[in-house]
Structures are given as structure tokens and as C-alpha cells.
DNA sequence: CCGACGTAGTGTTCTAGAACACTACGTCAT
DNA sequence: ATGACGTAGTGTTCTAGAACACTACGTCGG
């Protein structure tokens, strides 16, 4: 698989960045020296530059330099809790049903999620979620076949997949991106979930990554009526 | 004000699109066409792709062309207190539209989040919020008597309410609590929103206190098309 | 004291072209 | 039928350089 220079170049800083080598607020030598040392011209250079700043690890000023980011402060520690993950927080009991597994080939939206090709044969998992025997969610896992073949051996009833990537195969789950969209329900998922076809629904689409790798995409489905998203917001004083 | 090409190139793209001049799906040009069309080179012109891209209206497909992107906003549910602000900087132009006011007796939910009797007389605002002109979401906002008497003097058409509330009576907005719940449209929100009775929506509620008083109470209808929420997160390591 | 101006150092925009990579779709051999 | 392969059309990566624009910080004249 062939990576283009720039992103090559992008990794290298993103390394140097997370092994401390440039710290916090740190500026960077200027682009064209930069440009230099890794032997590409100045666009090549500006193009992995773009990338760690659409990352938010950089920050590029105009007439003053390059400068690491300062890590962004954040809210989202408090919204550790996945959407669709821990209700057994609630004091509810939760059980999974696993209904099948597919070998297949991505489809596009999931393939670029998880970095692949768009030819790129995956392994999917769809598991039933229910609260007091009554279903509450329907979950399509897609991971790559390297994961996903390992995935495949453990019993996703008893052991989370967040857990069976951590511990069985050292890939813990760092890092996520999750839209959710208010969708009317397809005839497929309407009959597992045990409701009418067309109802208002949330879908979840989320993309886990371990470091910087992408290890699992999910689509979650939950009928309107049996769940709200809460959310307590806080307001800074702003200067 | 110098603005470069690649700017006014992605401006007059963006009216194409929203003009209707190009449509959702559509193929663009080829980009060498586009380019010559323009007057540039390939760089300068995927320079303006590249922002049109960012900013979710356009979709390239290696190999296959440049696509104008299905409408979808997102709407960072943790930087909520920057709404309107964040669809600017995406280029949006935002109006809002006051659709009536209204002196009422509160129903049993909005008072009880506001903390009055069942029999309370509330103030009532209604807004339309319109991105380029088409409607995103409608939003009814209750208030006390004693804040909202006040807030209808003001003129929330370029004013937020927030502002009003925070400059003009001295209650800034400190904490609120928001749910999320995904719902069918009724037909009165159907018809100010321009869509169809009973397509899905996002129905949020909010609570917003300054300190410890609640002083605003909205309720928000989002059409599931039109906007998806979106989340990062991070997970910390665990000692 | 202090505002105007210049200058060094930095990021930004743009040119003109070449080579590469991906996708769909047809053709041909099996 | 069906699988392998080629090809046209598309987006992607990269070069080598030039000119422009912004910021901080000095120097100079009032």
C-alpha cells in the first residue's frame, strides 16, 4: 500500500508530538526549512501541515511560526459514556444477542471510515441489545478482517468488544468520532427490533481508533421512544 | 481586503450549490475543466475544493469525480453555546425569523422545569432559524413573566437571546440541561419547518439556569435530515 | 515620550507541468 | 456465464520556484 510523502511526513511530527520531542506551545523550525530536512518542496511540506492542523495539533500563525497545540481541555471526559454502550449503569439488566456474523466486502461510507480500500473485504457483527428482555438497540460492528477474525473466536454474549480488543488483543479503544442522525427505521431493523417499520429512530455511526489506527466502525440503531440523549452543559465565563 | 482566488473560487461555488444551480448527487466538471473554467491552475483549484470540502458540500470520489454533498449540518452538541456561531464559520449565513409571542398559561412540563405552579402564566417565543435561507429548526422558548416581559422588548431577530438576557437584564446563562429525543414532526412544526407531517426529527428540551434559577425554557424541533450531531471522544487510560 | 516607517522572518498564495492511482466498463479468453 | 485484463476518464501527489502578506521589533523624526 503506497502512503503519499505527506503523510509520511505528517506521522513523522505526529510522533515527535506524542513522544514529547516537541512539547506543548514549542515552535516548530519554519516551513521551509522543514521542507528541507525531509526533502520535499515547500507545498508538500504545507499539504501534511494542513492534515496536524485539521488534527488540531498544530496551529499555524501567520507571520509568527508553527506551534504545537496546546491539548485541547475537555468537556468530553465527562461524556465518557457511549451512546449506545454502558446502560447497565442504569441498574437495568442488559443482555446481548449475537445474530450473526458476515465475511464481506465494506461498503463505501464504512471502508473510508476505517481506512480501507473500497474493495476491502470486512468482517461485520450484529448484535442485539436488550433491557429487561425487551430490545433496545440494534448494533452493526464492522472491523477489519485482522481484527475482526480474532473478534470472531470470542463470545461477544459475555465479554464487550471493547473488551475483547483490549485484552485479548492489545488494542484499546483511545479515541472516537460518533454523528448521530434522526432516521426513520428500515423494514429489516424494525423487525428485529421488534417495532413498525418507519418509526423515528437515532442512528449512531461511530469510528473507534486505538492510537491512530482505526479498529471498528459502528452503526447503531434505537427507536426514538425508548431513548432520550441527556446531556448537562456547563457554562464557561468567556473573556 | 485581499481575498485569495482560491476563496472567491469556493464562493462562487458555494452560491452554484446553493442556488440550486447544482444539485444534491450531482457530478461537477472534471477539475482540470473546472480549473480552466476559473482561470487557474489544478493546485489552485483543489485549494478551493479542498475548503468546499471541509465544509461537507462537495464529496470527491477518487476516480470517479467531484460530487455536490447531501445537505447535513453538523451540530457539536458539546459546543452548544456556539450554535449560531459555528454555522457561520462554515460559511452559513444564519437568520432568524420571530414567528409570534404569546402570553399563555404554561403547560405542566415547561412549568415544572422552570419551577412554577401548574397555573403560571409563562411568556412564549417562537423562532424560525433559517441557514441560506431555508428553515433548520424551530424553536419555542418559555420564559417567566417577570424575565420574558422584558425579552419582548427586545428584538431577537438580531439580537440572541442569550445576549438579551445576559446585557440587558444582568442573568447569564450558567448551567443547562438539555435531552435529545428523536420523534416524529407534527404537522403545525411540519408546515413552518417545510417538510412533511411525521418525518423524524430531533426534539430537544432545555433547561437553562443562571445560577440557580431557571429562567429560559426551550423546546427545539431539528428535521433528522437536516442536521446530525456529532461527538468526539476521548478515552483516558486507565491506572 | 511616541507615532511612523522599515525590515527580517515567517506563513500564504499561485504557476505550469508531470507522473501516479483509482474506478467503471468494455473486451476477450475460458 | 464468468473471470482476467486493458483502457479512458477521473482525482491525487509532487516538483521548483516566484511573489505576496502578516507580525514583531527595531530605528528615526517629531
Redesign the pocket.
Known amino acids: ?2 502512503v ?4 509520511r511526513i505528517a506521522e513523522a511530527l505526529r510522533e515527535r508530538i506524542r513522544d514529547g520531542e516537541l512539547t506543548a506551545g514549542e515552535r ?1 523550525p ?3 526549512q522543514l521542507a528541507h530536512q525531509f ?6 511540506l ?2 501534511a ?1 494542513e492534515v496536524l492542523e485539521r488534527e488540531k495539533l498544530i496551529d ?7 506551534f504545537v497545540a496546546a491539548p485541547s481541555i475537555d468537556y468530553d471526559i465527562l461524556a465518557l459514556r457511549r451512546f449506545a454502550g454502558d446502560l447497565t449503569a442504569l441498574g437495568e439488566q442488559v443482555t446481548t444477542r449475537v445474530l450473526g456474523n458476515l465475511f464481506g466486502v465494506a461498503d463505501r461510507r464504512v471502508a473510508a471510515a476505517l481506512g480501507l ?3 476491502a473485504r470486512i468482517v461485520a457483527v450484529e448484535r442485539l441489545r436488550l433491557v429487561d428482555g425487551h430490545p433496545m438497540s440494534l448494533q452493526r460492528s464492522f472491523l477489519p478482517p485482522a481484527v475482526g477474525e480474532d473478534v470472531l473466536k470470542s463470545d461477544l454474549t459475555t465479554t464487550p468488544l471493547r473488551q475483547v480488543l483490549e485484552l485479548k488483543l492489545g488494542l484499546p479503544i483511545t479515541r472516537a468520532r460518533e454523528t448521530v442522525a434522526a432516521v426513520r427505521l428500515g423494514p429489516r431493523e424494525a423487525r428485529e427490533l421488534g417495532c413498525a417499520a418507519g418509526v423515528p429512530a437515532f442512528e449512531s455511526e461511530r469510528v473507534s481508533y486505538s492510537g491512530a489506527r482505526a479498529v471498528v466502525f459502528d452503526r447503531v440503531f434505537i427507536p426514538g421512544d425508548r431513548f432520550r440523549i441527556t446531556r448537562e452543559l456547563t457554562y464557561e465565563q468567556q473573556a
Chains 1, 2 share one sequence.
Do not use: A, F, I
Not at 503519499?4 to 503523510?7: C, L, T
Not at 526533502?39 to 508538500?44: I, N, Y
Not at 499555524?60 to 508553527?66: A, D, E, K, M, V
Open positions: 500500500m503506497r503519499p510523502r505527506y503523510h516548530l519554519n516551513q521551509r526533502g520535499v518542496t515547500l507545498m508538500t504545507r499539504q501541515l499555524r500563525r501567520h507571520g509568527l511560526g508553527t480500500g473500497s474493495r
